[in-house]
Each structure stands twice: as C-alpha cells, then as structure tokens.
C-alpha cells in the first residue's frame, strides 16, 4: 500500500472522531442552552413563583384521615388561600371563628353540613353562605345565635351524619341542616355497595404535594423547569378531578337505583340521628347550574369527571335526589328548604358546577336565613 493511502486513511479517521466529538459537544451544548433558557423563562415569566410539592402542600387545605368519614381538617389552626379567597380553619377544625365545645347557655347553635358547597370554597373568610346566615340572623335581632361550618369538600351525606354522630354531636346544636347532593352522584354509576368504593383520605399518594424519592425532592428543589415538566405529567397521567384522579371506564349514561337507595338512607339516617340528639334536623336542596337547559357554553362549566356521568344522567341523578330529600321531609315530617328553586341554572350565581359565586352565595344565606327567621319566631 502505498505511504500517502496510510496518512489519507489516518486524517479521515482523525476527521470522523472530531467530527463526533462536535456532534456530541454541540448536544450536549445545546441541551444546556435550552434547559437553562427554560429555567430562566419559568423564573421570569411563572405566574405561580418559586413552587415546590411541599409549598403547594402548605398553600393548601390540609386533611387527616378520620372515623366515619374519609377525612376531616386537623384540630389545628389553617389560614390559606385559595382562587383568591382567604380560608380560615379553627382550632376544632371547622371553617370561621372558634367556639366553645360546650354550647354557652342562652346560645341556639346551628350546624351546617356538606360538602364544597357548604364549605363554600369560592368565597373569603365571614362571607360563606353559612356564617352570611348568621350574620343576617343577628342584623334581624337574633343575636344569640352561633354557626358552625361543618362543610367539607368533597364529602358525602353518609359522611354528614358520621361527622355528626362522631363529633358533632358534643357541640350540642339545636339545628343541624344538610345540603349534599352532587357530591353522592359520583357513586350512583356503579352498582356496588360504598363500602368497597371509598378509601381513607391519604396525602401521601398524592404526588402533586408529595416527594416520590430523594431524586425527586432534589430536582424539585433545584429545577423550577423540572417542577412545571412534572405537573404536567401527572396532569396528564391522573387527569385530577375536584376529588382526586378521575375515575376510571367511560361515561356513564345509566344511573343505579342501588345509589338511589344508599342516599335515601344516608339522609334517613342523619335526620334520626338529628333527633336522637335532640336538635332539630333540616334539609337543604343543593343548588347547582346544572340543569336539562344547559347551554354548551354551560356545561364547559360542568364538572362532569368525577360523577362519570353524562350529562343526561347527571341531571337526572340530581332530580331523583330532589325528590328523595323531599320524600325523606314528608316522611320524617322535617323543614325542607327548596334553594335549587331560585338558583338553579342562573349563571350569575355560580362559578361551576356547584360552587356559588359571590352573588349566589349571598341568595343562599338569603333563603336560608328567611327560613330560620319564621323557625326562630315560633
């Protein structure tokens, strides 16, 4: 072979390698380049700030796990804030000003049960629609009358007479009223006992406001990039409804009668237990903007995820448990106060599907506290 193939052949594999080191340098350094340009555009440009699981977690309501229902809020002081309102949980874990355990002599005492509704999650401190009743009540000379806020979100009726019986009970109210509905659709589409269907509340698995290992925390208190790619993965992967992941199977069109049954005596239950205790029961119909007349623009709205239910059946589910609260009224002979009358389906007094809007929530302390002011005065 000649001399000149040998040094031809030597700088062409001399060529190839440079070549391959470039190759890797120029990823690598482009990597580094659109990683960093990342990091800076969310430090610069993030609406939310400086965010990590556990920030969120303290930024958000906390739950423990509890008997008879699947969570409540821990005995502890919570002040967060969340779409703009301001959130207060008391020393008993309960929403607004604490109380005494013992009702103080000469005070009627009323306790409200449910869920986010009467929670009331959209509105500050002193506005939920149930401390606007009392607020209202005192305005109208009933000043010796105390709410308690025993709404929490995401809980069900047979989780209101649990709390009752658990706990509420040594508050000793003189009215305990419920208003929980929507949140019990989301069991109507199975046709299973509850039993086998809901779980203790655990923090833990959710990896919104939970560390998965060390690498995770590491890079999550280290990447604000890595932090936003990983929401939206588990964005994408649990798809998170208003009560956890979405649940699993397609939408479902039929409504059980097992559901049906299980609710009717959810709210059997907790007005017998009502009287057990000697406080008088009411039942509340849960307003929602849900309605048959839905517009599309509605039912963007709508959160039809976490009941699983079309939005025939949804309507549906909501109208049969209308008229199971009714019938349960009549049979047990209790005060029933139709609120879905006035609110149901009117924009202005909703911000979804069943959270009211300022407005609304000012209507629903309206009727409520109309309806007491004839109670009180006789």
């Not at 209101?160 to 929507?182: H, I, K, M, T």
């Not at 655990?202 to 999550?220: A, E």
């Not at 237990?273 to 048959?292: D, F, G, Q, S, Y």
């Not at 300022?358 to 109670?375: C, H, L, P």
């Amino acid at each position: 072979m000649p001399q000149g193939s040998r040094y031809d052949h030597s700088i062409k594999t001399l060529l190839r390698e440079k070549r391959s080191v470039l190759i890797v340098f120029l990823v690598i350094f482009s990597t580094i380049v659109t990683l960093t340009g990342g990091e800076l555009a969310v430090h610069l440009f993030s609406k939310t700030g400086y965010l990590t699981p556990e920030i969120l977690k303290n930024k958000s309501l906390q739950y423990e796990r509890s008997v008879f229902a699947r969570n409540a809020f821990p005995q502890r002081e919570q002040k967060v804030t969340i779409n703009n309102a301001d959130i207060y949980i008391n020393k008993k874990g309960y929403r607004g000003k604490d109380f005494e355990v013992k009702k103080p002599k000469g005070i009627v005492r009323i306790i409200f049960y449910g869920g986010s509704s009467v929670f009331d999650i959209e509105q500050s401190e002193g506005k939920d629609w149930p401390h606007r009743v009392e607020t209202i009540l005192h305005e109208k000379g009933y000043k010796n009358v105390e709410v308690i806020n025993a709404g929490t979100p995401a809980n069900k009726s047979f989780e209101a007479w649990g709390r009752l019986f658990a706990e509420g009970n040594f508050f000793e109210p003189d009215y305990v009223v419920l208003s929980d509905q929507y949140n019990d659709t989301k069991y109507f589409r199975l046709d299973e006992p509850i039993l086998r269907q809901y779980n203790w509340f655990v923090d833990q698995k959710d990896p919104f406001i939970t560390y998965q290992n060390f690498f995770d925390r590491f890079l999550c208190e280290h990447s604000q990039l890595y932090v936003r790619l990983r929401t939206k993965y588990f964005l994408w992967k649990y798809k998170p409804t208003d009560e956890g992941a979405e649940p699993p199977g397609e939408y479902s069109d039929i409504i059980y009668d097992s559901g049906l049954r299980q609710y009717k005596l959810s709210m059997e239950t907790f007005v017998d237990l009502a009287k057990n205790i000697k406080a008088v029961p009411i039942l509340i119909i849960e307003p929602r903007l849900v309605a048959r007349n839905n517009t599309p623009k509605q039912k963007k709205r709508i959160n039809y995820a976490s009941p699983k239910l079309t939005h025939n059946a949804l309507v549906e589910a909501l109208e049969k448990t209308d008229q199971i609260v009714e019938q349960v009224g009549s049979e047990k002979k209790v005060i029933v106060i139709d609120a879905a009358r006035e609110l149901n389906g009117v924009d202005e007094y909703f911000v979804d599907h069943v959270h009211l809007s300022d407005k609304g929530s000012e209507q629903m302390a309206r009727i409520v506290a109309n309806e007491f002011i004839s109670i009180l005065k006789k």
